[in-house]
């Protein structure tokens, strides 16, 4: 059985800020089929599930930040909890903090460049110094964007210089940009190979990767022309590399996300849709103060306008000037300003709109099993997972028309179960809420809509088999 190495700044449960930690937790379990053994590592950050987990230590190292010493150790999860091997590396000062990627302030993590580094050359030293044996590194995102150039060009790491890597683009939106000044604080590398980490004059830890890496793969495969089309800063590149590039689309890991068995919900799926929905909904709108008897539209995700939830204020407020009827709960956190306008159109109208200022996996379960329909007004969306969840769960997409959102959502209009619609405008997204209660109204009609929809197949397998003949291409070099 071959082994792969997911390297990862996220993985749920253990640590998730977003997709990718839910797909970096779900892949490893479906490699099994293809005669693989996925393990990850990332982070050890200060969070519950750490401090929960029985861990034992299987090798330590230091190497130099520059001139601070850095000593790490890499530890593996003593239990079958996940159902594949789990690591992570523990770097006292660095990750041992109780978020992900953000401050208590909201922003970044000032330190944000050194931990990268860090984590990577830990990684790194790990995989050469202690004969582990893996056949295959798959890097995800920028945060492992520098493992595939020096696994080629690292004067520590020639061990490691057969080893196929491969990297997966979750959001091409970061970068991982770092001045050169900063060269001191990488491993060492002729100078005649830095020109790899290069892009518009700075080091680019997504362009590296893609550079160096042996073959690469974006999250959906509209996601992968968009970016080579509409993506300013690097284009070019990507069409320079597009033959050993690959839009893989996401799943879902079904055995986490069931409506069947969701021990996170109020009322399991039996026979009934009808049944399904309408228990849930009614406990979850009598929790909150609105009225069951209204349909229930909700988004759930980072407040930010990459996911478009600045327009979901003006758009709401258009919808109930025109004379719609319904519910919105709004389950997120993140900009402050986006946070303050859901307050105020919450204080406006408290008996039809709920702002939810907050990360909630439980309450995310239970709105989803309690929705009409999911909001996904997304400016870009690579993948998104939230629109699967929704249809597995009968709860009808309302998505924008970009990236893997065109690739799993088809529109009513074209015999789909979901509703598109193109432009990031907030007129727009009311237009698409009023088409969701125009199609609720027909009651007989939208129960063959929810019927529709769970019957997608969002799952892991056929997207598995493609990662599996991706990897054998690699071997087979």
């Known amino acids: 059985m071959k082994r792969v190495l997911h390297v990862s700044t996220e993985c749920y449960p253990a640590a998730k800020a977003g997709g990718m930690g839910d797909v970096v937790g779900a892949l490893p379990k479906y490699f099994p089929e293809q005669d693989i053994q996925a393990s990850v590592v990332i982070p050890r950050y200060d969070l519950p599930w750490f401090q929960e987990q029985p861990f034992v230590s299987v090798y330590q190292g230091l190497f130099y930040l520059g001139l601070e010493p850095v000593q790490y150790e890499i530890l593996a999860l003593d239990s079958g909890i996940l159902g594949y091997p789990f690591y992570c590396v523990n770097i ?73 890597s491969y990297l997966t683009i979750h959001n091409a939106a970061h970068h991982g940009l770092m001045p050169w000044s900063a060269r001191h604080l990488l491993p060492d590398f002729h100078d005649n190979d830095g020109g790899l980490l290069e892009w518009d004059s700075v080091i680019n830890s997504l362009a590296a990767a893609i550079k160096c890496c042996w073959r690469f793969s974006t999250v959906s495969p509209n996601y992968l022309t968009e970016i080579q089309d509409r993506l300013p800063s690097l284009n070019t590149l990507l069409k320079d590399e597009w033959a050993k590039s690959r839009g893989i689309l996401n799943g879902i890991d079904t055995t986490v996300w069931n409506p069947r068995t969701d021990p996170k919900i109020k009322q399991k799926l039996g026979r009934s849709w009808k049944q399904f929905k309408g228990k849930n909904r009614d406990y979850t709108c009598r929790e909150l103060g609105l009225d069951p008897d209204l349909p229930l539209f909700v988004f759930i995700g980072r407040l930010a306008q990459q996911k478009g939830a600045d327009l979901i204020p003006p758009a709401i407020e258009e919808v109930l000037a025109r004379g719609g009827s319904a519910n919105f709960i709004i389950l997120g956190t993140g900009s402050k300003d986006i946070e303050a306008k859901l307050q105020e159109c919450q204080q406006r109208h408290d008996s039809r709109v709920k702002s939810l200022l907050m990360y909630s996996e439980d309450v995310a379960h239970q709105l989803y099993a309690s929705a009409d329909f999911l909001l996904m007004p997304s400016r870009f969306e690579p993948c998104g997972l939230n629109q699967m969840f929704s249809m597995y769960y009968g709860t009808i997409p309302i998505v924008r028309s970009t990236g893997g959102l065109i690739d799993t959502v088809k529109d009513i209009g074209e015999k789909g179960c979901g509703i598109r619609f193109n432009d990031a405008t907030s007129s727009d997204l009311a237009n698409a809420i009023v088409r969701g209660l125009m199609q609720y109204a027909d009651q007989k009609g939208f129960a063959k809509l929810i019927r529709k929809c769970a019957k997608q197949d969002n799952s892991w397998q056929q997207s598995i088999s493609i990662y599996a003949e991706e990897y054998r291409m690699l071997w087979s070099v």
Request: aromatic fraction near 14%; include cysteine.
């Open 92 to 164: 006292p000062g660095k990750f041992d903090r109780n978020s992900v990627y953000l401050a208590d302030n909201g922003e970044g993590f000032r330190d944000e460049l050194q931990r990268n580094i860090s984590f990577q050359r830990a990684v790194l030293h790990w995989l050469n110094d202690s004969g582990i044996g893996f056949d295959l590194v798959h890097c995800h995102d920028h945060q492992a964007g520098l493992i595939p150039f020096f696994m080629k060009h690292g004067y520590e790491f020639k061990r490691l210089r057969r080893m196929p």
